[in-house]
């Protein structure tokens, strides 16, 4: 198995989870800038829940100003995930 400490997605990850924790790292710079939630009229994702409710948008914004959306995230973590488990041909 081969683990990739190095992997964009991962360390988002990695960035969330010990920031979660109040923890803070001391072994590398973290690359995600924070992570925020919305809901409410006007903000959130459209077309979804009630009226004037909204369906909750979760952002990730990166160091580098990069906004990701939270569906295209997660897609990106299953792959690199896959990426690891799936077995390479020798």
Same mark, same amino acid.
Do not use: Y
């Given at each position: 198995?081969?683990?990739? %400490?190095? #992997?964009?997605?991962?360390?988002?990850?990695? #960035?969330?989870?010990?920031?979660?924790?109040? !923890?803070?790292?001391?072994?590398?710079?973290?690359?995600?800038?924070?992570?925020?939630?919305? /809901?409410? !009229?006007?903000?959130? @994702?459209? +077309?979804? +829940?009630?009226?004037?409710?909204?369906?909750?948008? &979760?952002?990730? /914004?990166? =160091? #580098?100003?990069?906004?990701? =959306?939270? %569906?295209? %995230?997660? @897609?990106?973590? &299953?792959?690199?995930?896959? @990426?690891? %488990?799936?077995?390479?041909?020798?």
């Amino acid at each position: 198995m081969n683990i990739p %400490f190095a #992997d964009h997605w991962l360390k988002i990850c990695g #960035d969330i989870a010990t920031a979660g924790k109040h !923890f803070q790292l001391t072994t590398r710079r973290p690359i995600t800038e924070s992570v925020s939630s919305e /809901q409410g !009229f006007g903000v959130g @994702r459209f +077309g979804m +829940g009630g009226f004037g409710v909204g369906k909750e948008g &979760v952002h990730i /914004q990166l =160091n #580098d100003g990069t906004v990701l =959306n939270c %569906f295209d %995230f997660v @897609r990106e973590v &299953v792959a690199s995930w896959e @990426r690891v %488990f799936v077995p390479t041909s020798h």
